[in-house]
């Protein structure tokens, strides 16, 4: 049976506590703060909860909760003061201590059982909660070693190296064609279909967790074959139009394959993600030999950019509060972004019309 310590200064609260718990739970008694700290020291993790009065002669219950917090004892025993009073000043002290709940007078046999049980059970909870914590953090700890190892056995590795050189050659190519795509347009209409290409080249560790979290093995030709976006891009315009002129002329050209189109700007994501996704197969040529490249393309326009940059930045922040506030005004600034990147596009055309 686990055990309960009972501390009064009144000899009838204490037997009257005992025989309502007496079936359920051993129960050590103390009849001052003193006799509790030595019963405390005695049994220490083997209780299963204080029931504690606060006002006792010698040491009171309050100079017993503040050992019991100095020590770290509230933390691993739940405390339930009795109190006779409803003092509100009095009961957020104690819980600012770590008590957990209060026991009021007079004693009603099928209320303090309830209490004790729910309070022990919760405190059961919590603790096993902070372990399941506890464990998480190690794994994740663990984890990150060991993707910081395979990211150095990676950066070591002369075959990785030349597929990330041969990713980056991939990368090129495809600005290269979107530049040339967007000289012509500058020459031809007088404006460019595109702002500004940003590029990327995914991460050792990066593609190590991917890989892992996945399933796949762990090699070159297992990477070339399963992932997508390695090589990424991201391609601003300035109007939904020119993104698909631009994406259209670009997946026209006769040695670009493509392999998937994703169209978030007519079908947005359930947030207001807006933007359009390509992967494609680019030829790159190397010394010895042509090779296809797998390369995400993705296009977006100025706005779409910046709602996107901003709920990342959220998305992966820590300790955010009202997230569902957020989230919901996010998608309200998205449809709003839609709004005004069309409105936008036709202020530009009726422009176009009157030259």
Request: aromatic share 8%; glycine share 4%.
């Amino acid at each position: 049976m686990q055990r309960i310590l009972v501390v009064d200064d009144a000899e009838l609260n204490r037997e009257l506590l005992r025989e309502m718990l007496k079936d359920d739970y051993e129960i050590e008694m103390a009849e001052n703060g003193d006799e509790a700290l030595l019963l405390l020291n005695r049994y220490g993790g083997d209780l299963t909860a204080v029931l504690l009065d606060l006002q006792m002669p010698k040491k009171d219950g309050f100079s017993v909760i503040v050992e019991m917090k100095g020590s770290g004892l509230i933390k691993k025993i739940p405390v339930l003061v009795i109190s006779g009073e409803y003092d509100v000043e009095v009961e957020n002290q104690c819980f600012q201590l770590g008590v957990s709940d209060f026991i009021h007078k007079p004693f009603v046999g099928s209320i303090v059982k309830n209490r004790v049980k729910n309070t022990i059970d919760l405190f059961d909870c919590k603790n096993q909660l902070e372990l399941k914590v506890i464990e998480q953090e190690e794994t994740l700890r663990e984890q990150g070693q060991i993707i910081r190892i395979q990211e150095e056995k990676l950066r070591e590795e002369k075959n990785f190296n030349r597929l990330m050189m041969e990713y980056r050659s991939a990368i090129m190519e495809v600005e290269t064609r979107l530049k040339v795509l967007n000289g012509e347009f500058s020459q031809e209409y007088n404006r460019n279909p595109f702002e500004s290409i940003k590029s990327r080249l995914k991460s050792p560790a990066s593609i190590y967790e991917k890989m892992e979290r996945r399933g796949f093995p762990m090699t070159m030709d297992s990477i070339r074959e399963n992932l997508t976006d390695v090589a990424g891009l991201r391609v601003i315009c300035s109007f939904p139009d020119d993104i698909y002129r631009l994406a259209d002329l670009f997946i026209r050209q006769d040695d670009i394959i493509l392999i998937r189109r994703k169209d978030y700007i007519s079908n947005p994501k359930p947030n207001g993600y807006r933007s359009l996704h390509l992967i494609v197969d680019v030829p790159i040529f190397l010394s010895h030999e042509k090779k296809y490249m797998k390369v995400e393309v993705q296009f977006r326009t100025i706005a779409m950019d910046f709602w996107a940059s901003l709920e990342h930045k959220l998305k992966y922040k820590k300790d955010v509060e009202n997230t569902d506030e957020i989230e919901r005004l996010l998608k309200n600034c998205a449809d709003s972004i839609e709004d005004l990147d069309y409105q936008m596009q036709e202020i530009r055309n009726k422009i176009d019309r009157e030259r």
